[in-house]
């Protein structure tokens, strides 16, 4: 028996199978309609729905419960242009000379350039950085587990937390990114993983016809 302190589980809703399939729809039905989007209006967005949609992400499980990332929320204008040129900088390298021709082709239905004018107009711009370990007050280092797949579903938290707020969003990753941690003045033990783009759609909004996978592309169910 562990000697750790332990509560009982918070009690939750008892649903029936018919809640819970009309749940479930409903939650699908709602997600399918996320879309990556670039055009954005600067129309603002309350300050707490960003709030609460991290505190949203920071529920994520992580590995020993260490909750590896760190959140910053960037509405300055600013500090939103110098982040947007070093991106456009990094994409004009990769577009250039660092992509293949194959992803070149891969990117191409998508319509993407490196020409990121999102990063000025959307009211907030979410970095999102994973750190390996903390650093005590004392200098000591905690080491982190399993950082990158903790960091991953908390993102993906977030992401669908806005989306329930009807907020559309971006994820970007101009490569490398350690920019960010220059214009934000995060430590050098935080490793930026992904540029999150927060706002309402521009209302002439466009996005690339695309489909998603069929249920019996993505999933194998083995036994009942």
Avoid: C
Avoid at 67 to 82: E, I, L, M
Avoid at 91 to 98: D, K, L, S, T
């Amino acid at each position: 028996m562990s000697d750790h302190p332990t509560i009982a589980l918070p009690a939750g809703p008892d649903f029936s199978p018919g809640e819970m399939r009309e749940r479930i729809a409903s939650f699908y039905a709602e997600v399918n309609r996320r879309r990556t989007v670039r055009d954005y209006s600067d129309r603002p967005v309350p300050r707490e729905v960003i709030e609460t949609a991290i505190l949203a992400a920071g529920t994520a499980p992580s590995g020993a419960n260490l909750q590896p990332w760190h959140f910053v929320v960037v509405s300055d204008a600013g500090t939103k242009h110098r982040i947007r040129m070093a991106a456009e900088a990094e994409e004009r390298e990769f577009y250039e000379h660092r992509a293949s021709a194959e992803w070149l082709e891969a990117l191409a239905p998508l319509g993407t350039d490196s020409e990121k004018s999102f990063l000025d107009v959307a009211p907030y711009l979410i970095a999102i950085f994973l750190k390996k370990y903390d650093v005590l007050p004392d200098g000591r280092k905690v080491k982190h587990y399993y950082p990158v797949e903790s960091t991953g579903i908390a993102t993906g938290v977030l992401i669908t937390a806005l989306n329930h707020a009807g907020l559309a969003t971006l994820t970007h990753t101009p490569s490398p990114m350690k920019f960010l941690n220059e214009i934000l003045g995060r430590p050098a033990h935080e490793r930026p993983f992904l540029l999150l783009v927060a706002g309402y759609a521009a209302p002439d909004a466009r996005v690339p016809d695309i489909h998603r996978k069929p249920l019996e592309e993505i999933a194998t169910f083995v036994g009942n």
